[in-house]
T-cell receptor, first 109, second 114 residues
Framework: DAKTTQPPSMDCAEGRAANLPCNHS???????VYWYRQIHSQGPQYIIH???NNETNEMASLIITEDRKSSTLILPHATLRDTAVYYC??????????FGKGTRLHILP | DAGVIQSPRHEVTEMGQEVTLRCKPI?????LFWYRQTMMRGLELLIY????????DSGMPEDRFSAKMPNASFSTLKIQPSEPRDSAVYFC????????????FGSGTRLTVV
């Protein structure tokens, strides 16, 4: 798997947009960018994925740079329930997922 | 859909005992994964199956660990004999080819070996 680099932790005020960065400078052409999160004591939860284009769903938006070497996950209106560890993963679609350390996001009231 | 179901939720056992963790994947999913999570090592992939066949068991730590998937709706992860360093949360996940929603994880089994 291509390596990803994420900040170990971030803070965000409740109601604001949370922007979580991820660097994946060695990503290959057939590798997707996936985001998962893990709320305390729960299993990881799929958020969103993309290949080249920006993607949006009911949970978040994913912005991938044109050279695909980095991406940003955006939670548009963060709530306390968004406090979690967020994992950025790059891999060919349907390949196994290897989790890194992720970013611990704290939503501040 | 009830999601991925794991049992038991918590297991406390004595060192040397056999432990069996169970997983029921989502119906129709043809991939099943076993992960282990500890504070020190994070989330580690132990083994995964495709259509009930083990595809990659390179993450299984040692011969004390074994996993089976006798049918599409059931998998077990067995540790025999168990050791205190096996204490962790074990997650099962399932997915299907071309699934747009990634993996679905169960709630995990918290194993404590004393």
């Amino acid at each position: 798997d291509a390596k990803t680099t994420q900040p170990p932790s971030m803070d965000c005020a409740e109601g604001r947009a949370a922007n979580l960065p991820c660097n994946h400078s060695t990503i290959s052409g057939n590798e997707y960018v996936y985001w998962y999160r893990q709320i305390h004591s729960q299993g990881p939860q799929y958020i969103i994925h993309g290949l080249k284009n920006n993607e949006t769903n009911e949970m978040a938006s994913l912005i991938i740079t044109e050279d695909r070497k980095s991406s940003t996950l955006i939670l548009p209106h963060a709530t306390l329930r968004d406090t979690a560890v967020y994992y950025c993963i790059v891999r060919p679609r349907d390949d196994k997922i290897i989790f890194g350390k992720g970013t611990r996001l704290h939503i501040l009231p | 859909d009830a999601g991925v179901i794991q049992s038991p939720r918590h297991e406390v056992t004595e060192m040397g005992q056999e432990v069996t963790l169970r997983c029921k994947p989502i119906s129709g999913h043809d991939y099943l994964f076993w992960y282990r999570q500890t504070m020190m090592r994070g989330l580690e992939l132990l083994i995964y199956f495709n259509n009930n066949v083990p595809i990659d068991d390179s993450g299984m730590p040692e011969d004390r660990f074994s996993a089976k998937m006798p049918n599409a709706s059931f998998s077990t992860l067995k540790i025999q004999p168990s050791e205190p360093r096996d204490s962790a949360v074990y997650f099962c996940a399932s997915s299907s080819w071309g699934n747009n929603y990634g993996y679905t994880f169960g709630s995990g089994t918290r194993l404590t070996v004393v």
